[in-house]
């Protein structure tokens, strides 16, 4: 079995009974968790001092052992603040010999772009501890897709998105939109070229959605890219305000304005159903009838 080490790097957890859960049902399977210390640390909104969750992510360079899954306890907000500080060549070090599987997502993306920006390493974009892990019930398609990723040295996802046909290859790189969008200019966003960028978000309105892929078109990203990937866009309800201006209509309008194709629909965000993705690996995407991508090139546990 696996062990699992817990950061908390963002935001103080506040279902402490989900994380709780989630400790109990990785044990029962076997799993070890360790550092749980960090569950209940608060400093204000945060899970602890910046000096403190600034030492959870520096320490991974020390960290030892085999098949160790690195999992923040939840999103929110904080890495921002730390990702100055991080000692990106330790750690980057540290991967080299005996890679930790590093897993999460949400406010989690900063610092997982940025070690893709300053060391190419591969990182997962998945489930964490309380949210997904602490779910009653767990949801088994995220739980199966979890582990196919960190065991199979080359796995496909499929889905039925909705896009122009297409098959490109390149290096996957993405997560959490905002947090991507807030690296712009800033040394932690990966210079990538030809890659295949996939994205997702959470309480953002369609047309912020929009003006964050605006952004990211209009300073030269998306058109180095071979293909966009839209994961889900939870809680993004339109208003009546909005006059029928909605998701579908705002990727419309994408289309109308990019030369790459648009992909939609994969299962991947803050939705209790999400695919892990390992951000800098290899990517092959086809669509046609359906939607697929096939990964290779990033770490996995060892037999």
């Keep these: 079995m696996s062990t699992f080490h817990l950061i908390a790097p963002s935001g ?18 076997g ?11 608060r400093c204000e909104r945060f899970a602890g001092s910046d000096e403190q969750r600034l030492a959870d992510l520096n320490g991974l360079a020390q960290l030892s052992g085999e098949n160790v899954i690195v999992m923040p306890v939840r999103g929110g907000y904080g890495a921002s603040r730390l990702l100055s500080e991080v000692n990106w060549q330790a750690i980057a070090e540290r991967q080299q010999q005996q890679p930790l599987l590093i897993c999460g997502h949400s ?17 997962f ?12 019930p767990q949801d088994a398609f995220t739980v199966e897709h979890f ?11 499929e889905w039925q998105g909705e896009g122009p046909h297409c098959h490109t290859e390149g290096q996957l790189w993405g997560g959490n939109l905002a947090m991507l969008t807030s690296l712009v200019g800033t040394p932690w966003l ?23 892929l605006l952004q990211l078109l209009q300073a030269g990203i998306l058109a180095r890219q071979n293909a966009l990937v839209l994961g889900s866009f939870s809680h993004a309800q339109p208003n009546e305000y909005d006059a029928g201006y909605n998701l579908t209509t705002m990727v419309e309008y994408l289309r109308s304005r ?14 209790p159903q999400t695919v892990t993705l390992p951000l800098g690996a290899h990517a092959v995407l086809q669509h046609a009838e359906k939607s697929q991508l096939t990964l290779s090139g990033h770490p996995v546990m060892s037999v």
């Design 190 to 212: 990966p210079s990538i070229e030809g890659g295949i960028l996939v994205v997702e978000d959470i309480n953002e309105h369609p047309y912020r959605v929009e003006r964050m």
């Design 147 to 157: 582990w196919r990723a960190l065991r199979n040295k080359t796995y496909t996802v």
């Design 125 to 136: 974009s998945g489930p964490m501890l309380a949210g997904n892990f602490g779910a009653e």
């Design 258 to 271: 990019l030369d790459i194709p648009l992909i939609t629909g994969l299962a991947f965000g803050h939705e």
């Design 12 to 29: 103080y957890c506040i279902n402490q009974q989900a994380a709780a859960s989630a400790i109990k049902q990785l044990e029962q399977q």
């Design 31 to 41: 799993h070890h968790v360790r550092n749980q210390q960090v569950i209940t640390r």
């Design 107 to 123: 406010d989690f993306t900063a610092f997982q772009l940025g070690l893709l920006a300053t060391g190419n390493v591969i990182t």
